[in-house]
DNA sequence: TACTGTCCACCAAACAGTTGGTTGAACGGT
DNA sequence: ACCGTTCAACCAACTGTTTGGTGGACAGTA
């Protein structure tokens, strides 16, 4: 039973890696099963299908992005500790993110894996829209909440990509925010 | 002559619908060859290999591209006319961008798709500096001129996927940008 | 005019390799 | 005897690319 799920993780580690180095364009079934240590047969054991095995890498993903998000400060330091943990992660981790970019990709065609994505970003989003509410509450700053938050999340998704420039891009977030109000 | 040249076109374009719709991972050589009317093997009279199709295609996205930044308004109104401009092609062709991520995608493990695009962004990131740096001068506001462009660029491939919130993001940024100065 | 050679666009067929998925038989533990 | 796990062998479908060959347009030559 531990041999079971230890094995269905290394495939999912393995699945994941696959696509971070190669991209769904040559995601194959036979490499990931090989660097189990298993034929590709068996690993029809573990997921009856390619797209099952895709839809368990988009879990694992999101498992991993969950819970920078605090929820003991005020909302200025509290924007500029999340910006920075997610900056952080892109620089630590670019793998993650580049699954997360392919993944989103694939959601514009695959309903399946559109309602997933979409789930997971509803929990982001929430959690930013009272962050900037509170803000505007405590008169931190004075800003359309909505667009504040897409603002967030589209410059997130677009250094995705390129961790080099995480730091220097969340700071200027940060210091546009604090230093300045937008209606 | 003026035949072979439309054909080649004609590919082009198909090549690019294929790659919008499906990306990469479903790119395939025969429907492209068939939505132009011609055997897949005539395909390569015109593009000896699968790839060299595809640099064709990033030549293509790259020239519609061109060309949305102007020269004779102050920093502040040239800033929110590049971004309404890009946010207004978001929304009409997403295609483009749609095309031009998974490009952004494949540029990281092809060194030849890197270069190009690399080129590509090389005269935009000058623009948008020379644009920044101008505004300092005029003080007409005061910041890190290297992080703002990184934050634009971030934000523009952020909201490339998402043309529903692009103009809500666009004006945000230029509200930030407007109302406050971060160094 | 007729013949010749050259060039190009084109296709049918085949190539050799890969794809996701299935089957049946074997193995080890309970 | 049973159950979960494993694999070799296999399948049909598909992959990008190559090959051999057809037919038409064009220019030069007799």
């Known amino acids: 039973m531990a041999d079971h799920v230890d094995r ?7 699945a994941f890696s696959a696509i971070a180095e190669r991209g769904f364009e040559g995601f194959r079934l036979r490499p990931i099963a090989a660097s189990a240590g298993i ?5 029809h054991h573990y997921f009856a299908t390619k797209e099952d095995l895709i839809a368990a890498v988009l879990e694992h993903v999101t498992s991993q992005l969950e819970g920078t998000m605090r929820t003991d400060m005020e909302p200025a330091a509290r924007l500029r500790h999340h910006l920075d943990a997610i900056a952080a992660a892109i620089v630590e981790r670019p793998e993650l993110f580049v699954v997360l970019d392919e993944l ?7 309903p399946t894996m559109a309602v997933d994505v979409r789930r997971d970003e509803q929990g982001w989003r ?14 931190a700053w004075s800003v359309d909440v909505d667009a504040s938050v897409e603002l967030v999340i589209a410059t997130l998704k677009g250094i995705r990509l390129h961790p080099d420039t995480a730091a220097a891009v969340v700071r200027q ?11």
């Open 39 to 43: 034929d590709h047969s068996t690993l």
């Open 173 to 183: 977030l940060c210091d546009l925010f604090s230093s300045g109000d937008a209606s």
């Open 8 to 14: 269905r993780q290394a495939l999912i580690r393995a």
């Open 126 to 139: 929430a959690a930013l829209s009272a962050l900037f509410e509170e803000g505007n509450e405590q008169r």
């Open 104 to 110: 989103d990709l694939r959601a514009r065609r695959d």
